[in-house]
């Protein structure tokens, strides 16, 4: 797996959103196409993909997508009232990891990884604002597969930003954008492709 | 005709998006509610509003909304191959172009007053590129009545923002937006009241 440099692409291009109570870096083709798409078919088919169950008002129901979460092995993660104990790197996935923390001069040290199988599979509006990821955590977000829509808004104002997250792109969500914004990626019926999004985290180490 | 301060309303504090290609501020209660609800009565009732027609693929269609175009006598406009010679300035919108220039230190000359019934009145996707105005031409849009959402798409890029445009606030369109985005105002079939927008322009005179 190679990183793509910029004189490969020009959309390899930084494009920065600076937005009230939120600052996001968008790496359109971060990764190659050709890099994506083998990474992409090596964790399908090697990941142990889980599809979860949660409950909502009172109904426990499976998540419409499927996860695994990785990490270092103190890493372990609440959602929606269900703890999660981390899966041990996958070797691709460490080495991801850490390209993605010296591209972005930032620490991380687990990631989640969800697969949506088509455009039927989706994430309703939801921040990464759990306690375990601190004060204005930063979410660094790898794309691979179908393009899909990726949507913010604003908590109390009423702005949105819409965003297409491409094979290969890396999106870095930073500022108060957990804390004041929601993200979500809506249903789009036309999508047949897989997309598996990877979203880096940093959970401190217990003393 | 008073301007709100920042100490009657924390929302008067400006709102900054930084984007691809783009520099926005918005300016929520930029007139207040009471100052906004009179302007815009009386300018209502004292302005000769037109509802223009266009030639669209052939056919000649009115506009889904009413406009005047006011400003300084070298300020005329083509718009849809259509040339409008500016009315003379009214002297409340003449005192308003002398505030917006001063809160945003930015020379303004002209301006296109639209007036949207409710609703159903729109403007499609387009950008104030005309070649009077020049290159990277600064455009500040003042509302007044109902709130209404206003649509930004880039030309290239796959990304939207959606703002509200609240009573009196004041968004000022700066950068290479006009040149590398397009913006809309998309019919709200729910709302029932009037809009009036003012974009304030800066046409060069001609030596």
Request: hydrophobic content about 40%; aromatic content about 8%; some cysteine.
């Amino acid at each position: 797996m190679t990183r793509q440099t910029q004189s490969d692409n020009r959309k390899a291009v930084a494009q920065h959103f600076l937005l009230p109570d939120a600052a996001l870096t968008l790496w359109p083709g971060w990764l190659n196409a050709d890099a994506s798409h083998a990474l992409q078919t090596r964790l399908i088919a090697e990941l142990a993909w889980r599809q979860e169950q949660i409950r909502i008002y009172g109904k426990t129901v499976k998540i419409p997508r499927q996860q695994v979460w990785m990490g270092e092995s103190h890493c372990s993660y609440q959602y929606s009232g269900v703890r999660f104990e981390p899966t041990p790197w996958h070797p691709a996935v460490q080495q991801l990891c850490q390209q993605v923390s010296d591209a972005t001069t930032s620490a991380f040290n687990c990631v989640l990884l969800n697969l949506y199988a088509n455009g039927q599979d989706h994430m309703g509006w939801h921040a990464d604002d759990e306690p375990e990821l601190g004060m204005a955590p930063l979410i660094a977000s790898l794309s691979l597969g179908a393009s899909r829509r990726f949507d913010l808004r604003h908590r109390t104002l009423s702005h949105r930003l819409q965003l297409q997250l491409d094979n290969g792109s890396l999106l870095l969500m930073a500022g108060a954008c957990q804390q004041h914004w929601q993200h979500s990626l809506p249903k789009q019926r036309r999508v047949a492709a897989p997309r598996l999004n990877l979203t880096f985290r940093y959970i401190t180490p217990v003393c």
